[in-house]
């Protein structure tokens, strides 16, 4: 067989149309294919994505919805640890009522600790409380304990004067202030979370306690 350039002008022209064409068919069946199968795939997969943003786009104006209660809830819970606090902190209790004290302008004289009571939501933590003051000062003490965000129970209140304090139950007479008119004991009752362990029913530290 003779060469290439042996051949005429017009095979030699078809000879490179039908190399060409061969090569294109390789070229066809081979990386093309393989392109074209690629980019099938890359579509589909586009197309689901498409799919899943479009799903997703008719949840957004429901995610405002929801952050907007998520931070309502937040709120409440904020407030109910105030009402109902999840931590059995005695000490700020006893500071928080001695406060209110202190601005009624009345003598909180001893906190006794009683033994607490395990109910299905929540803890009862009562102290026997002995308090003596004017007596619209102490009328002031329990209004404004009455008006705290924390829920306190004051319930038994026994008053006398200052010279009867017995009456009352008192347990010790003090050096009453001139203004001082009357005396008296009462169960302030605070409430905790009930999955707390109740503490025991020992007197407060630092204050007198029987």
């Known amino acids: 067989m003779g060469s290439f350039s042996e051949l005429s002008g017009l095979k030699q022209i078809a000879a490179l149309v039908l190399g060409a064409v061969l090569i294109s068919a ?10 074209r199968e690629a980019n099938a795939q890359a579509q589909s997969a586009l197309e689901l994505k498409l799919a899943e943003n479009a799903e997703l786009e008719t949840y957004a104006p429901k995610l405002k919805d ?7 809830l937040k709120q ?23 406060a209110e004290a202190m601005k009624s302008g009345i003598e909180i004289r001893r906190f006794t600790a009683l033994p607490v009571s395990t109910r299905e939501f929540y ?5 026997e ?7 619209y000062s102490v009328l002031n003490f329990f209004d404004r304990v009455g008006k705290l965000e924390r829920i306190v129970n004051m319930s038994g209140l026994l008053i006398a004067n200052t010279k009867m304090g017995t009456m009352a139950k008192v347990k010790h007479t003090y050096q009453y202030a001139p203004n001082e008119s009357i005396v008296a004991t009462c169960q302030a009752t605070t409430f905790f979370s009930h999955d707390l362990t109740p503490g025991g029913g020992a007197p407060a530290k630092g204050r007198g306690g029987i």
């Open 129 to 135: 409380v002995e308090l003596d003051g004017p007596y």
């Open 26 to 35: 390789g070229l066809h069946f081979t990386v093309f294919k393989s392109q």
């Open 76 to 98: 409440q819970l904020e407030i109910e640890r105030k009402i109902v606090p999840d931590e059995k902190e005695v000490d700020g209790f006893i500071k928080m009522l001695d």
């Open 66 to 72: 929801m952050d907007r209660q998520l931070a309502n």
């Open 123 to 127: 803890t009862e933590v009562p102290f």
